[in-house]
């Protein structure tokens, strides 16, 4: 139930930030800050994150909101996948950040995997684009759109960056500890199944 309650307090939050940045009429102006008092609270309660943490957050989200977007790269060596250790949390990932401003995707995940693995690489094609409310990762804030890029190793020298510790491929049965929040066993096992099925199509939920 805290899932699906979290759910519909993001929905209230981003109600409340459209009207706030929209609306110039003060009642209507009143009524949006109840509303995202109230989301802010029922956050609170679902996450015990304090609302003070909470409205610090918000209040810098501005205008009409939408999912924010994670990529992600996707490094195979023969049957082993590029994987970063992560310094903020102690665990493993694929390598990728949020999307940023003024770069294509593909341009993102070559940035991404650079920085967090050293190694320069060559997107080469989609293979998924999933919400991530519909995976077992732990809840989170923000509505999250994940993108999956497979890319060709083209050089480079592995060498962990700013946020990450270690770097190494592992095969599909010697996993490290994975950072949920980032990544889930099942996608590594879908990512997987592209490598053995090249001809498979992109997924999207």
Sequence with gaps: M?????????????IAQAGLTFSDNKYDIDRYQQLRDISLRMINEITDIK?????????GEKGYQTPKVDIRGVVFRGEKILMVKETVD???SVPGGWADIGLTPFQVVTKEVREEAGLI?????????????SHAHPPDLFHIYKIFILCHE????????METSHVAFYGINELPPLSTTRITEEQIKMLFDFRNHPEKSAICD
């Design 154 to 161: 083209k050089g480079g020298k592995m060498k962990p960056g």
């Design 90 to 92: 102690g665990l493993w």
């Design 51 to 59: 609302t003070e943490k909470l409205t610090r957050i918000f209040t």
């Design 121 to 133: 690489v060559e997107p080469v094609r989609l293979l998924a684009l999933l919400d991530k409310r």
């Design 2 to 14: 805290g899932k699906k309650w979290l759910d519909i307090a993001r929905q209230l939050q981003s």
